[in-house]
């Protein structure tokens, strides 16, 4: 659904089951998560960003969405990326697949 629609479905359940406390307090907590996500669109510049990203190999992003671990497939090379920005922190800087590294 989409935001409006959404809202409107959480508010008529607070004002047609007001005996379904449970439910009506689902309701408002949702009706409150909708409304902190409407002002962060309002706030927004409304773009969408895409950001390419090096081909990976099986890489692990961290647990907070921060960072992903990953290793360089040309080279072999380690290295973290921050996912906000894109910027990357190569860790090793001589690794080679000849060598078996």
Same mark, same amino acid.
């Given at each position: ?11 008529? %359940? %607070? $004002?047609?089951?007001? $005996?379904?406390?449970?439910? %009506?307090?689902?309701?408002? $907590?949702?009706?409150? %998560?909708? *409304? ?20 990976? +190999? &099986? *890489?692990?992003? +961290? ?12 080279? &072999?090379?380690?290295?973290?990326? $921050?996912? *906000?920005?894109? +910027? ?5 800087? +001589?690794?080679?697949? &000849?060598? &078996?590294?």
């Amino acid at each position: 659904m989409g935001l409006k629609q959404a809202r409107d479905a959480f508010q008529r %359940v %607070v $004002e047609k089951y007001p $005996e379904q406390t449970d439910a %009506v307090a689902t309701a408002r $907590e949702k009706l409150s %998560v909708l *409304g902190r996500a409407q002002t962060l669109i309002d706030k927004g510049d409304g773009e969408l960003r895409i950001r390419k990203v090096p081909e990976l +190999s &099986g *890489g692990n992003i +961290s647990p907070d969405g921060r960072w992903l671990t990953n290793m360089d497939n040309k080279t &072999g090379d380690l290295f973290v990326m $921050e996912v *906000g920005t894109g +910027s990357m922190r190569r860790l090793t800087n +001589s690794a080679s697949w &000849g060598k &078996g590294d």
